[in-house]
């Protein structure tokens, strides 16, 4: 099995096509001559058939190797004609010559005396040059087409690879964005209260093995982006005390839905940090969950500080969260920032489950799983 995956695929289509067509030969030659009351044999009408056209093997598989370095192409059309058209007398001297000298094995000529080599070779020419042409154009279609495909797939590589730095960028612009604030909250805590710093820094030392870790996928099962957020508001919750009130509203059919890496934190920061930290009465901020139609929503909504609007979102947070949406699912997935009734600031995302990626992220995605068996 391994010497058949070494050879290229080329030969094998050569070899199939042309054992084919002396098969049919064969079988055309035994009708021939049965009409003509010269019954031969099987055995007979296949050495004759296969005699003949099993040459064409490596002829052909010459002439694919000749068009594949020599294709008829912008820029190289006189050249390839000139390569090309020596390339069919080649082949018509090659079957001149083979037929002239095989001529007592296989009796081309019947029984009669065999002519001069010049009558075999003009015989050949009218016999084969244009065969000749014939496989040349065909060898064309197939080294077009593999270049079209080698082509797409190295678009397609470029496109996945550019995507997954896109994606990593955007996630390191995220990573300090929040690990700082949390430092910032365990050094206020530190000369406080020990005890709750020491609490403080296990919740920070677990996101950051989540979030600097290397083999981090960019799609993850909500329940672990819900586990870093827990973390976070943890740390909040001890900075902030009783003026952070959190509420949690999570779907048990959601927790596996697949969400990008990171997404809800900054979400959830931003809320805090432009909403309940600038309030001096408590503050609710509710995290929500659902699954509808086959889609996965995600809401934060937190209340507001006094006089404060909703303006359009210029923070790293929704600019990182926005353009990752846009990587990830094109114009699949939403993300929607308005005030609501009672005047809480609420954003919500919308984000397709299942084979809903963009395409480079999709490849992204079946490489790592690839990867990881």
């Known amino acids: 099995m391994t010497l058949f995956k070494r050879v290229p695929s080329v030969f094998w289509i050569v070899l199939l096509w042309w ?3 002396a098969l049919i030969f064969a079988t055309q030659v035994m009708l021939m001559e049965e009409q003509q009351g010269r019954p031969i044999t099987w055995q007979q009408a296949l050495k004759f058939s296969f005699g003949g056209w099993m040459t064409w093997v490596p002829l052909s598989l010459g002439l694919y190797w000749l068009v594949r370095r020599h294709a008829i192409e912008r820029g190289h059309v006189l050249r390839a004609l000139i390569v090309l058209n020596l390339a069919a007398l080649a082949v018509v001297l090659l079957r001149a010559v083979y037929v002239y000298a095989s001529n007592p094995v296989f009796a081309w000529y019947g029984d009669g005396p065999l002519p001069s080599f010049g009558s075999v070779l003009t015989t050949a020419f009218i016999n ?7 496989v040349i154009g065909i060898a064309h279609a197939m080294v077009f087409y593999q270049r079209s495909h080698e082509r797409g797939q190295k678009v397609a590589e470029l496109e996945s690879n550019l995507t997954r730095t896109r994606l990593d960028a955007l996630r390191s612009q995220l990573n300090p964005h929040f690990l700082f604030n949390a430092l910032n909250s365990v050094a206020e805590m530190v000369h406080r209260d020990a005890e709750l710093a020491d609490r403080m820094l296990v919740a920070l030392a677990a996101m950051l093995r989540d979030s600097l870790s290397s083999e981090q996928d960019q799609l993850r099962p909500l329940r672990d982006e819900l586990a870093l957020v827990e973390h976070y ?6 900075r902030l005390g009783d003026r952070l009130q959190l509420g949690w509203e999570i779907a048990s059919a959601s927790l596996d839905a697949q969400v990008p ?5 900054p979400l959830v920061e931003n809320a805090i940090v432009h909403g309940i930290a600038r309030r001096r009465a408590p503050g609710l901020l509710q995290v929500r969950a659902g699954v509808d139609a086959g889609q996965l929503w995600l809401e934060v909504q937190n209340s507001t500080a006094p006089d404060d609007t909703v303006s359009p979102g210029t923070g790293i947070g929704l600019q990182s969260t926005r353009s990752r949406l846009q990587l990830l699912y094109g114009d699949g997935a939403g ?3 308005e005030l609501t009734a009672d005047g809480d600031h609420r954003v919500r995302l919308v984000l397709p489950q299942g084979a809903s990626l963009a395409p480079p992220v999709a490849a992204i ?3 790592s799983s690839g990867r990881s068996r």
């Open 19 to 21: 054992t084919a067509y």
């Open 128 to 134: 084969n040059f244009m065969l000749a042409w014939l």
């Open 233 to 238: 508001l943890m740390i909040e919750k001890i």
């Open 261 to 265: 890496a990171l997404i809800l934190q």
């Open 335 to 337: 993300l929607l920032r």
């Open 365 to 367: 995605t079946r490489a």
